[in-house]
């Protein structure tokens, strides 16, 4: 050090700047000694966290392998998945029954992705018959898109009437002529197939089934005189005709007797079913049989 | 009274033949004795509906009262078979002394009838008989192509008065099988119905594309496809189509054009010419169009209307 030594100042600055550069370098040298310290203190951290990890996975393994060993060994889990898919098969079963048992309301439907499909389901006298659809389309004007009706139901004038302006007077209006038609159709189809014995002729009959004439015979084999019928049904949404006459082919003048019976039979085909009617034909004579014998 | 029930009424009134007018009118027992010997049935028919009216207005007529009026003027339809062959037969053989008719009734309440045709002087030609389907209570008949054309009217007038209707029209329709000309007059080509008892659901379709394809190939306009397959089904459904041969376009109209000063575009007089699509089956053919890539989806309305407007014979002109 060169430099005269200055009273005070120049010293004394000088040597607090080597007591700061000293305590400078002894902290340089003193903190890797701390870092040291800090990175060992961690590098235990890390082991031990390490070590925790480790136990961890280990009991998860074993959990699961315990929860499979259950499984494989106890049934109760599995049963209880069967039950569930049992229960939900039934209820689906349920669900088509009563779709099917709409059938016998007589009006159902099922939406379309147009509209919806209607249903008529007819009967008579407890019978289920014939089904017809109508496919309507939902739009402005609603319309008809296709259906099963028979050609000779008036379908286009009921459907001129109220299919626009309503529709459920559409519907019933349409059931009825159908139902009747069903029902004359049975009445005429049990006639031809149950009491064939009774008739002498073949059924004469029309597509609407509203005008019947049949001939026929009380005691067949018999020595009476046939029937002549003939039955109008002016009115399409009835199952009973509105005319009635019944003629005896004899061409001679009837006896009182036979004038009553022919009066009579003209009656009950306009007040009763017509297999009905000759259901009571066929039980007479079976009467009448056994009372003869 | 309602104007409803007014007009309803007048409707229905305007339906009735003058001769029926007065049985249908006691029948109803609506208006009294005394209100209908006011009217005078002798004068025109609407002034007649309008005094029934004004008599209907005094006594209030309800909608129950009306709908009993309908109902007792329903024209039924009483077809009686042994009716119509004796007045058909009658009608043919008044007009021509020598014909022969025969008839032949079928399970599907179809009678069918076999004519052959004479005139005043000669004998009926049994080589060249016309053959007639009729389809009792339905307002249709199918005629084989055979009839020279002076019978023809003679026949519709036969057709018509036996089977009691007021009139006969032709369709344009024509084909060599009846079962399809049967299924497009009576609407009944599509007989499958969305129930709850389906087995199928009608919502899958089968693309008709190879599902079972390498994977490794793919459609790059399956979207199109699909496009034509959805428009194509809901065109012509998935049912069998109606078998048709023939379908005709007699076109007369004005020649279109988007060049300016094209000579064709020039004309007054529109253009007449005859297009005529023929085919084994027509209706089928005409669905694949698109699907095969031959045509656009959507076809042409006047391709796709066949079946609906139940023609097959078109006459186009310019509005």
């Known amino acids: 050090m060169a430099g005269i030594l200055a009273p005070g100042l120049g010293v004394l600055a000088h040597l607090e700047r080597l007591e700061n550069q000293?305590?400078?370098?002894?902290?340089?040298?003193?903190?890797?000694?701390?870092?040291?310290?800090?990175?060992?203190?961690?590098?235990?951290?890390?082991?031990?966290?390490?070590?925790?990890?480790?136990?961890?996975?280990?009991?998860?393994?074993?959990?699961?392998?315990?929860?499979?060993?259950?499984?494989?060994?106890?049934?109760?889990?599995?049963?209880?998945?069967?039950?569930?898919?049992?229960?939900?098969?039934?209820?689906?079963?349920?669900?088509?029954?009563?779709?099917?048992?709409?059938?016998?309301?007589?009006?159902?439907?099922?939406?379309?992705?147009?509209?919806?499909?209607?249903?008529?389901?007819?009967?008579?006298?407890?019978?289920?018959?014939?089904?017809?659809?109508?496919?309507?389309?939902?739009?402005?004007?609603?319309?008809?898109?296709?259906?099963?009706?028979?050609?000779?139901?008036?379908?286009?004038?009921?459907?001129?009437?109220?299919?626009?302006?309503?529709?459920?007077?559409?519907?019933?209006?349409?059931?009825?002529?159908?139902?009747?038609?069903s029902g004359r159709k049975y009445q005429a189809d049990r006639l031809q197939s149950d009491f064939a014995a009774l008739l002498t002729g073949p059924l004469q009959r029309n597509p609407l089934c509203n005008l019947l004439s049949f001939t026929y015979k009380l005691d067949p084999g018999g020595q009476s005189f046939p029937f002549c019928a003939r039955l109008l049904y002016k009115d399409l949404t009835a199952t009973l005709p509105t005319d009635v006459t019944v003629t005896c082919q004899g061409g001679e003048a009837l006896s009182s007797s036979w004038e009553e019976q022919r009066a009579s039979h003209e009656t009950l085909f306009c007040t009763k079913p017509l297999h009905q009617v000759f259901a009571s034909f066929a039980r007479r004579e079976k009467l009448d049989m056994s009372l003869v014998s | 009274m309602d104007e409803t029930v007014a007009e309803f009424i007048k409707r229905t009134i305007l339906k009735i033949p003058l001769n029926e007018l007065t049985t249908i009118l006691k029948a109803w027992d609506f208006l009294s004795e005394n209100q209908l010997q006011t009217v005078n049935f002798r004068q025109r028919k609407e002034s007649v509906v309008q005094h029934l009216i004004h008599l209907c207005e005094e006594k209030r007529a309800s909608l129950n009262d009306a709908a009993l009026l309908d109902i007792i003027c329903e024209d039924v339809d009483l077809f009686d078979m042994k009716q119509f062959k004796n007045s058909f037969k009658k009608i043919l053989q008044r007009a021509l002394k020598n014909v022969t008719v025969s008839f032949r009734e079928t399970e599907e309440n179809a009678v069918w009838i076999r004519i052959a045709w004479g005139t005043q002087y000669t004998k009926p030609n049994q080589y060249k008989p016309t053959y007639v389907v009729y389809y009792s209570q339905t307002p249709y008949a199918f005629k084989s192509s055979s009839t020279l054309r002076r019978n023809t009217p003679l026949l519709g007038q036969a057709l018509t008065v036996a089977s009691k209707h007021h009139q006969i029209v032709k369709m344009d329709l024509r084909s060599r099988y009846l079962d399809s000309l049967k299924a497009i007059v009576f609407k009944q080509y599509n007989q499958t119905f969305e129930t709850h008892n389906s087995a199928t659901p009608l919502q899958e379709r089968s693309l008709g594309l190879d599902i079972n394809m390498d994977s490794r190939i793919t459609h790059e306009n399956i979207v199109e496809k699909e496009r034509v397959q959805r428009i194509t089904q809901e065109t012509f459904g998935d049912y069998p189509q109606p078998q048709l041969e023939f379908a005709q376009y007699k076109l007369e109209t004005k020649f279109k054009s988007d060049l300016n000063g094209s000579i064709l575009a020039e004309r007054e007089e529109p253009l007449r010419c005859l297009i005529k699509f023929s085919s084994p089956h027509l209706l089928e053919a005409l669905k694949s169009l698109a699907p095969a890539g031959i045509a656009d989806a959507p076809l042409s309305p006047l391709l796709t209307c066949i079946p609906n407007k139940r023609k097959n014979y078109f006459k186009i002109r310019d509005k």
């Open chain 1, 22 to 181: 000293m305590s400078r370098s002894r902290k340089q040298s003193e903190e890797p000694q701390s870092v040291q310290a800090q990175e060992r203190v961690l590098g235990t951290k890390i082991q031990k966290l390490r070590h925790l990890r480790d136990d961890l996975k280990a009991a998860v393994r074993h959990r699961r392998g315990s929860v499979k060993a259950c499984i494989a060994n106890v049934e109760p889990n599995q049963i209880v998945e069967v039950n569930e898919q049992e229960a939900l098969e039934e209820k689906l079963e349920n669900v088509k029954a009563v779709l099917q048992a709409y059938h016998f309301t007589g009006l159902s439907g099922k939406l379309t992705s147009r509209g919806v499909c209607v249903c008529i389901n007819t009967a008579f006298e407890g019978n289920l018959l014939d089904s017809y659809f109508v496919d309507l389309v939902i739009q402005k004007p609603l319309r008809i898109h296709h259906h099963s009706v028979p050609v000779f139901i008036p379908l286009e004038e009921i459907a001129a009437k109220y299919l626009q302006t309503n529709i459920q007077h559409f519907l019933f209006s349409l059931c009825e002529y159908l139902n009747a038609y």
